[in-house]
DNA sequence: GGACAGGTGCGGT
DNA sequence: ACCGCACCTGTC
């Protein structure tokens, strides 16, 4: 354990895996410490949870802030029946991903980060996240906090380059100097497809990385990003009339409030189970 | 060495 | 509006 880091709470494991809670592609800046301890950064805030006869024991400066941020006021047992109830390709994904929440995470830091997953894949857009994080982010008592939007838009986009982010250099320093002037709060407050054809108009962010940016970011349950894990989920165990282009609108129609979550367990099925064809990314 | 995974921007239609 | 290709890095 890091020295002098408070308890702040525990939570029966049943519904919070924190395993399968962070290795399901929406958080970048986490790290596995032993079988049962992981570390959790998050804006300039930092976690470690330990896992234990059944219990998940959070240790952090910031109790109220992982609560929200692992979304533990919701009542998984509910979602998960829910779910599973709709069909047996759901039952296997809702029994095998029940552990999984979706998380509440920095709206800001959502933006930069799913710019920088396009394309790409979890073990280089950790490395590349970190590498951000350590060179722009300001000094807190458990490491380096998320960089400023001021930092990213008065960076050169070599810098990024530089660090491994590829052609998606441009699209960081874009983005981060169209957010110096503008206004989050109106963002959040609007209905979720004005606000996803809103990102839409950020600079490296298409349909995917809106819906990511939405579902994690912006607590949007009702979208369902769509890569390619999700389009051999969609062809495998649904249909085939449907363009790429049509699939999360066919996944959202049949989903409707709870499609996030829906995406959630089916990438994590694919990927424990199903992972033949792609990337075996680790 | 060469193919390919992984989403978005852009140019052409 | 839709389609096809370029883009960067890592892995097989």
Partial sequence: MTTDLPFAFDYD???????????????????????DRYAVHSRDKYAELVTADGKVKAYTDDGDYFWKFFDLDADYAAKAARIGALSPI???????????????????????SFI??????????????????????EDTPYGKAFPSTEAIA?????????????????????TAQKLLHYDLDALLSMDTPSARKELLTFMGVGPKVADCILLFGMSRGDVFPVDTWLKKVYHAYFEHGHKDSEISTFFCNLF??????????LFYFQRKYRQNAPNTVQ
């Fill in 256 to 265: 409707g409030a709870d499609a996030g979550l829906c995406q959630q367990y």
């Fill in 154 to 174: 008065a960076s050169p986009a070599e810098l990024f380059a530089h660090l491994g982010a590829g052609y998606r250099d441009k699209y960081l320093v874009a």
């Fill in 116 to 137: 920088i997953s396009a394309n790409n894949n979890i073990k280089r857009i950790k490395l590349i996240i970190e590498r951000v994080c350590n060179r722009l982010g």
């Fill in 90 to 112: 759901m039952r296997a994904a809702a029994d095998c991903g029940k552990g999984i929440r979706i998380l509440n995470q920095d709206l800001t830091e959502m933006i930069f």
């Fill in 13 to 35: 494991g049943e519904y919070f895996d924190v395993c399968d809670t962070l290795e399901c592609g929406q958080i970048f800046r986490y790290q596995k410490l032993s079988d």
